[in-house]
């Protein structure tokens, strides 16, 4: 099926015979944290399990999700872009990039990724664009750039030689480094022309009780459940930036990043945990 007028989905088959509904998907533990319906109970287990060691950690995703919001904002509004590439899109909710970008300029065009079933279940509803612009979903993985980048929709609906948006949100961390999340950055940024910009937001250790950061590090080591999340310091979080111009306020928490007019008060940097940040490619 085309995405380009009816924003229906780009894949077809029966997603739902993909589910398996005893493994935690990342996916979908997110959107148990931000209060949703589409989870299951290994879901939720491993989401409890998580918050019993980050109690904050609903929060964190509230505000990953604002700060997605703002970031889109900018790029659509101050920096005038109209083409977004959404890697890690998740289950639908509110303000999906294509709603925050058409509500400031109808015509951006949005190609979503993501390798859940769920996502690919819910595409008809993710993808309502305005009549002007265009949306388009790949079932695919952040770690096959080769395939995204190739992918006949994309290429159908986003004009690579014109500036795009790069958007990684809350996902880098659950690429382990021995997929070599830098690289695939690279790879995906080296497709794109000069004045595109990368947008992400990524989880730290940093301020986290050192038992709780070595805990959640040797977790990541040995691979751990489905959808383990590999937690980083700011050095290695800057390094997705690396040969990119960042825009103020540079890396800092996702709720201190351009936070004026959200709720009072603000998060502390502890309570979120997320590091984000936004970088337009010179």
Not at 124 to 134: D, F, I, N, W
Request: with cysteine; aromatic share 6%; charged share 25%.
């Amino acid at each position: 099926m085309t995405s380009e007028a009816s924003g229906t989905a780009t894949e077809t088959g029966h997603p739902a015979d993909r589910i398996d509904t005893s493994v935690a998907h990342p996916a979908r533990r997110y959107n148990y944290w931000l209060g949703g319906k589409d989870n299951f109970q290994a879901d939720r287990e491993s989401g409890d399990a998580m918050a019993a060691r980050f109690p904050t950690i609903r929060l964190s995703a509230v505000e990953n999700r604002r700060f997605l919001r703002r970031a889109v904002r900018h790029l659509a509004g101050e920096a005038g872009i109209r083409q977004f590439l959404d890697i890690g899109t998740g289950i639908p909710t509110a303000d999906n990039t294509h709603e925050v970008a058409q509500s400031i300029e109808p015509r951006a065009r949005v190609v979503y990724v993501d390798n859940d079933p769920i996502v690919l279940a819910h595409a008809r509803a993710l993808l309502t664009s305005s009549a002007e612009g265009a949306t388009a979903y790949l079932d695919a993985d952040l770690r096959d750039p080769e395939r995204i980048l190739a992918h006949p929709d994309l290429r159908r609906t986003l004009d690579l030689s014109e500036p795009v948006a790069l958007m990684l949100v809350a996902v880098l961390h659950f690429v382990p480094d021995d997929d070599d999340p830098y690289t695939t950055v690279t790879r995906l940024l080296d497709a794109l022309p000069a004045g595109s910009y990368l947008a992400a937001s990524h989880a730290t250790h940093d301020y986290l009780p050192p038992a709780v950061a070595e805990e959640a590090k040797a977790a990541a080591r040995g691979g751990g459940p489905h959808g383990v999340i590999n937690l980083r310091a700011r050095d290695e979080v800057v390094r997705f930036f690396d040969g990119l111009e960042l825009i103020e306020p540079g890396i800092c928490s996702v709720a201190e990043w351009r936070a004026d007019g959200e709720p009072e008060p603000r998060p502390s940097v502890a309570d979120v945990s997320m590091y984000g940040g936004v970088a337009r490619k010179p």
